[in-house]
């Protein structure tokens, strides 16, 4: 089932949001399929997170219309069927891995046997099982990322909305990161992304909502930054979970986008040597204007 | 009741691996009590305390020297000058120093005690002036040992004259008792006796006047009597004169009658006669005439038997009369007497009761006086006593035992600022550990999922409960260190000051809550909080008298609300009287602040949210 075919699982109409004689967002319709990974891309300023917000219910626009599956939802209500994962880590840093888990699974009004079960499953997703006894602030950046994410999955929600989510982590573990995030895509549930790694976005997303300024936003399946450099691989199959892994590609079409043509062709060079060349059906490279 | 409990406990959970959090709260109070508590043992303080001693005569080092040796528990320094003590003063080397010097050379029984105190230290000013005092008395004592010794030997030998007054006044009260006694006695004898003669010559008088009366009848009847034989008599003798008569004319016809017959009747009437000689008739009447003859001759012989008789009778009658008479005269006499010899009693009993009651009538006196002589007695003693009493010097150099009633069992001279310590923690730890931990959940990492997540009102209400369970606890742990260090015996009405100190409390986490909303630095609103802790400490009695303060501050230092838990905490505990009436008002009065800043807390929210969405 192509992009196309999916259903809207979060439809965003009429949005207005201005700030004295600032248009932060005017009128602005955003469309999120089920399933999918949506990446919002912006320069700085350009009001990423605030469109977050927006949609969580954090900040009442001037005007906002929420569909949920196609009917109609008031922001509040929304709220249950979204889990939030924040730039910086959201929980308390003095509570266990397990103890955050119960107290936000408390706080969503979960019973005692479903907090345990979600945890238990969760937790061995992001692979935090084994330190479920730690204090948060003994994890790693990259578990702190995961416990931050297990957290907003607690309700089982099936939006996730993700600000910044690789924020301050380094290379190897915004990989693993991203393996979680498609993982959870696999797993059914619609990614909303905000993030500046660009290029590793654009590995992942299946669209992208890019706020160009004005209070205007463009949606596209691609958006890569002018002068990048830009690799584009299409398979003849998907990839198996174990070639996803190792090739960290995680879908059957991917774009690079590197910085000079020098490291494209390295790049090509490299995935020439590769066992998976034999399943490339096509590659292009060319640069963003 | 789930999301509250969780909040708690994540509190909870949180604070306790906070180390610095840890020691704040749990450490904290346990120290500080520990701290207060062993800062106030009278002994502590007294020991500190470095008092300067200075005299210029040289006459009066003894007293200084008696002061060193006799006062325990201070720091006694000899300084050479007024000048050095107040210099060292200045430097708080000394608490206070004491000056002795004598106002006239000459007069060594009075001396002039100067001290000097530092205001600036005030908390301290009241042991100071408390150990001065014992000084100055210690001193005094030494003085008074002097004058005491020589006021005894005058005194002794007073108190001996004294005593000996006592005795012989004691002599004569029993004397005077005892003849009183006596008189009393007498004079119911005396009485008695009278009465009992009175009675026998009354019954005497009463006997002889019935004799009188019945010789009087008797008497009567004689005369009566007398008159009777007399008048029988005088018929007796009218009948002799008749019978006489009646023989005359008898005679005179018999002798006619028989004279004729020649003879001499007469003698022959009184011997044979010869009647033969006389005719019949003349016989027969002669004969009669003679019978009749010879009967008046008997009758008359009978009357004057009779007669006789009679003039004996009424001879007797006489003499009985005049024996009667006699008699009567007696009586007379003797009922005269009998009067005489009452009227002699009356007269002698009266004499006699005049007498003895004159006689108790100065016993009477003598007892009076014998009682105010008693009195001059214990008068005397007791000024004896007094003296006496007067003449231990512990207890002249202290008049009046003077006494500062303290609140607690032990002497703990500054045990007084207890409810306002307590006032302080509650506010201080209140308005601190409320702003700190509503902050830090304000600015936790995990605020912002909260915000999105889980319900603020019940974060809120969470972080509201944990502190106060958190306060009250810290309470809990002061109260026992304070019932160890001081004693609570005297706190009544334990529940209202609970419940009072619970709203108090309550007050102050919002207002530290209400300060943690109101600023984005943790810095800031602890320079606020702290600030705003001060003004109300400096605005409450504590420091400074609520009456120097204008009216109008007055009136907000009044409703202070430190103040008032104070003031409640102050009446309830050291004046341990029922505070029932005074909480009621305070209580209700706070359940209104406490409504007016959940209201300002809640507006204090909604504006943060707006200004956040802008």
């Not at chain 1, 219910?57 to 005007?63: A, D, E, I, Q, S």
């Not at chain 1, 994962?85 to 699974?105: A, C, I």
């Not at chain 2, 005569?57 to 008696?66: D, F, N, P, V, W």
């Not at chain 2, 100067?114 to 005092?133: E, G, Q, V």
């Amino acid at each position: 089932m192509t992009n196309q075919d999916k259903i809207n699982i979060l439809e965003i109409k009429n949005l207005n949001l201005n700030f004295k004689d600032n248009k932060i967002f005017s009128n602005i319709n955003i469309e999120i399929k089920e399933n999918s990974m949506v990446g919002i891309i912006g320069k700085s300023g350009s009001g990423k997170s605030t469109l977050l917000n927006c949609i969580t219910g954090m900040l009442t626009p001037n005007n906002i219309e929420l569909y949920y599956l196609g009917e109609k939802i008031q922001p509040e209500k929304l709220f249950q069927h979204i889990g939030f994962s924040f730039q910086h880590s959201s929980f308390y840093k003095d509570l266990t891995v397990k103890e955050n888990m119960e107290f936000y699974g408390t706080m969503a009004d979960m019973n005692k046997d479903s907090i345990t079960n979600q945890t238990k499953s969760l937790l061995t997703t992001v692979g935090l099982i084994e330190h479920e006894n730690k204090l948060a602030k003994q994890l790693s950046g990259g578990m702190q990322k995961r416990l931050d994410l297990a957290i907003s999955l607690i309700h089982n929600p099936n939006i996730i909305l993700l600000d910044e989510p690789m924020a301050g982590l380094d290379k190897d573990t915004r990989e693993q990161i991203w393996k979680l995030l498609y993982a959870l895509k696999n797993a059914g549930k619609t990614l909303i992304i905000v993030d500046h790694f660009i290029e590793e976005l654009e590995q992942y997303a299946d669209s992208f909502i890019e706020l160009v300024g004005n209070g205007k936003a463009v949606v596209s399946d691609e958006v890569i930054r002018a002068g990048f450099w830009c690799i584009e691989i299409t398979f003849n199959r998907e990839l198996t979970e174990q070639e996803s892994k190792r090739y960290n590609i995680y879908s059957k079409r991917i774009v690079f986008a590197l910085k000079s043509k020098f490291e494209a062709k390295k790049y090509l060079n490299h995935l020439a040597e590769s066992p998976i060349y034999g399943i490339i059906l096509r590659v292009s490279m060319y640069q963003k204007k | 009741m789930g999301k509250l409990w969780a909040v708690i406990r994540k509190n909870y959970k949180t604070s306790i691996r906070n180390p610095e959090m840890t020691l704040a709260i749990i450490f904290g109070p346990i120290l500080f009590v520990i701290l207060i508590g062993l800062s106030y043992q009278s002994s502590a303080l007294t020991s500190n305390i470095n008092i300067g001693l200075y005299t210029p005569h040289t006459e009066s080092t003894s007293l200084i020297e008696t002061a060193l040796q006799n006062v325990d528990k201070l720091n006694l320094v000899k300084v050479r000058s007024e000048q050095e003590c107040t210099t060292l003063l200045q430097k708080h080397l000394l608490h206070a120093c004491l000056i002795i010097s004598y106002p006239d050379p000459d007069d060594r029984y009075h001396f002039d005690a100067k001290m000097i105190l530092d205001y600036s230290r005030s908390s301290i000013t009241l042991i100071i002036s408390d150990t001065l005092k014992n000084i100055i008395s210690t001193m005094e004592r030494q003085i008074i040992y002097q004058s005491v010794s020589n006021m005894r030997l005058a005194t002794d030998s007073q108190n001996l004259g004294f005593g000996e007054a006592k005795e012989q006044m004691e002599f004569f009260k029993t004397l005077i008792s005892s003849t009183k006694n006596d008189v009393g006695t007498i004079s119911d004898k005396i009485n008695a006796e009278s009465t009992r003669v009175r009675l026998q010559l009354l019954t005497t008088g009463n006997n002889l006047q019935q004799a009188y009366n019945d010789i009087s009848n008797s008497e009567s009847d004689l005369i009566l009597q007398q008159s009777k034989v007399r008048a029988y008599r005088e018929k007796v003798t009218l009948l002799k004169t008749k019978t006489s008569n009646a023989r005359n004319n008898i005679q005179n016809a018999w002798r006619i009658t028989c004279n004729n017959q020649g003879t001499n009747y007469y003698p022959a009437i009184t011997e044979n006669f010869d009647y033969s000689k006389l005719s019949a008739d003349t016989q027969s009447i002669c004969s009669m005439e003679a019978t009749f003859y010879y009967m008046t001759v008997d009758y008359d012989n009978q009357l004057a038997i009779l007669e006789n008789d009679l003039t004996n009778a009424d001879s007797m009658i006489s003499n009985t009369i005049a024996q009667i008479e006699s008699t009567k005269s007696q009586i007379q006499t003797y009922n005269l007497q009998v009067s005489n010899e009452v009227n002699n009693v009356n007269a002698g009993q009266l004499n006699i009761q005049t007498y003895l009651d004159a006689q108790r009538y100065n016993l009477d006196n003598a007892g009076q006086r014998e009682e105010g002589i008693t009195a001059s007695i214990d008068k005397i003693q007791s000024l004896m006593n007094g003296l006496n009493a007067a003449l231990n010097p512990d207890k002249l150099s202290n008049p009046i035992k003077q006494s500062i009633a303290t609140f607690t069992n032990n002497d703990t001279k500054l045990a007084y600022l207890f409810p306002v310590i307590i006032c302080f923690i509650v506010m201080m730890t209140s308005l601190l550990i409320g702003l700190t931990v509503r902050y830090y959940e304000r600015k936790s990492a995990a605020s912002k999922r909260n915000e999105l997540f889980a319900d603020m009102k019940y974060i809120v209400m969470g972080d509201f409960i944990f502190v106060l369970i958190l306060i009250l606890t810290e309470l809990l742990v002061i109260f026992i260190g304070f019932k160890l260090f001081f004693g609570l015996d005297s706190l009544h009405n334990i529940h209202i000051i609970i419940f009072t100190i619970i709203l108090y409390i309550i007050i102050w986490i919002l207002v530290g809550f209400i300060l943690a909303e109101m600023y984005d630095s943790l810095d800031t609103a602890i320079f606020v909080s702290v600030t705003v802790g001060i003004l109300i400490f400096m605005m409450s009695d504590v420091l400074i008298p609520l009456e120097v303060y204008p009216k109008y501050l007055a009136f907000f230092t009044s409703i202070n609300p430190f103040m008032m838990l104070a003031e409640l905490l102050r009446i309830n505990y050291v004046s341990s009287v029922d505070v029932t009436s005074e909480a009621l008002p305070i209580n209700v009065g706070f359940i209104v602040t406490i409504a007016v800043l959940i209201i300002v807390l809640w507006i204090t929210k909604i504006y943060k949210k707006n200004q956040n969405k802008n």
